[in-house]
């Protein structure tokens, strides 16, 4: 592409790149003894009672995604807290417990506290971070760069599906060394893995549609981002980029949960984002798959706008919401780093629509260093 006028657009476009390199560096870091440096024996990962990550903004939805890949692929019980939280909360952690901590960043306060915290409880920390040299990577007992390249608009892009891709890798690692996950499924994942870099610039190829869905949307006084699974954190995150680019209020709830209350907010005047795709292999995403779409007939007609994201082959969704996009399909699990593109690039073109600063948003730091 040209080169763009803004950072957060280029950092949208690296994003296949971002991916590509971070999971190759996971592939050969991984082997029988170490996973970025992460001796599994020594640090016990093969007997861990639980795992707790936590995170602030961007980084945290990368946790809610990195909670059901760890419990699907390795069994592991993860708990996500908020880093600011975690820090001043009596949660116990103890020697079994694994703590995750991650952040683009390395620096920001409320998560090297919490990181502090969990080192003091006797808990061994693993932070994925996209800074090498950071406060947080230097502090962890083991760490994991992510390979997105410096990001610097203040809104999280490709350091968020590279995070994604980091936290694939490591809940695909502890399925493998717990015996949870067979060699030949390990194989088949790391080859989806691999095809997501062309599948990422497939979507990418949706830029001038969700440009024109921002010209259409820009007026609604909210926007609700609806979704069920593994896609909350999709949603949470979407949600977040539009209210951090265009100060628009936006919300994320899973598709059940609208029936208990916000249900009441949706009107002709609000715009509500679906993520309604599905992954034909995975029983359990088409039984989602099937609520979702029960959601959406409670929303059509309420709702001034339903936008969906489906699956590529699908003919139902696009039945009941008024634009749908189409993504291409891929496991269940790995979903969220094609999904979050699309809400991105909305988030991105209202912004400039409504002649904001995109980069550096008002109120808003790359890093909250100072708590
Ligand atoms: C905020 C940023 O200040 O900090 C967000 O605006 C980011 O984009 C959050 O997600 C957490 O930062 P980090 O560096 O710890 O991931």
């Not at 417990?97 to 998560?111: K, P, R, Y």
Request: aromatic letters at 6%; proline letters at 4%; glycine letters at 6%.
């Amino acid at each position: 592409m040209a080169s763009p006028k803004h950072n957060m657009l280029r950092e949208i476009f690296e994003q296949p790149e971002a991916v590509q390199q971070t999971a190759e560096a996971a592939s050969a870091d991984v082997s029988s003894q170490s996973f970025y440096g992460v001796s599994w024996k020594e640090a016990g990962l093969a007997s861990l009672d639980r795992i707790l990550i936590a995170a602030s903004g961007t980084s945290r939805h990368a946790g809610i995604a990195g909670k059901f890949m760890i419990e699907s692929l390795a069994g592991i019980p993860v708990e996500v807290d908020y880093a600011s939280e975690f820090q001043l909360s009596p949660a116990v952690v103890s020697p079994k417990t694994l703590t995750i901590v991650i952040t683009q960043s390395g620096e920001t306060a409320d998560t090297l506290a919490a990181l502090r915290k969990a080192k003091k409880s006797g808990s061994k920390v693993v932070t994925i971070s996209n800074v090498e040299q950071s406060s947080m990577m230097k502090e962890a007992d083991f760490r994991i760069h992510t390979k997105a390249g410096p990001e610097l608009a203040v809104p999280s892009t490709k350091a968020f599906t590279a995070q994604l891709t980091a936290l694939f890798c490591f809940a695909l690692f502890l399925g493998e060394i717990r015996k949870k996950v067979a060699r030949e499924q390990a194989a088949a994942f790391r080859s989806e893995l691999a095809s997501l870099p062309a599948k990422l610039q497939t979507v990418l190829g949706l830029d001038a549609k969700c440009e024109a869905l921002a010209r259409r949307f820009r007026d609604r006084s909210g926007f609700i981002f609806a979704a069920r699974g593994v896609h909350n954190a999709v949603a949470m995150d979407g949600a977040l980029k539009l209210k951090e680019v265009s100060y628009l209020h936006s919300e994320a709830f899973p598709s059940g949960e609208i029936l208990h209350g916000p249900l009441a907010t949706i009107d002709e005047d609000i715009a509500v984002i679906a993520i309604a795709t599905v992954d034909g292999a995975d029983s359990d995403s088409k039984a989602r798959f099937e609520k979702t779409l029960s959601n959406l007939k409670e929303l059509k007609g309420r709702s001034g706008k339903i936008i969906a994201l489906a699956s590529e082959g699908d003919t139902r969704v696009g039945k009941l919401a008024e634009e749908t996009l189409y993504l291409p399909k891929a496991p269940d699990l790995l979903l969220p780093i094609l999904e979050i593109v699309p809400l991105q690039l909305f988030a991105y073109h209202i912004a400039i629509l409504l002649g904001r600063n995109v980069d550096s948003p008002r109120s808003l730091a790359k890093a909250v260093v100072n708590d």
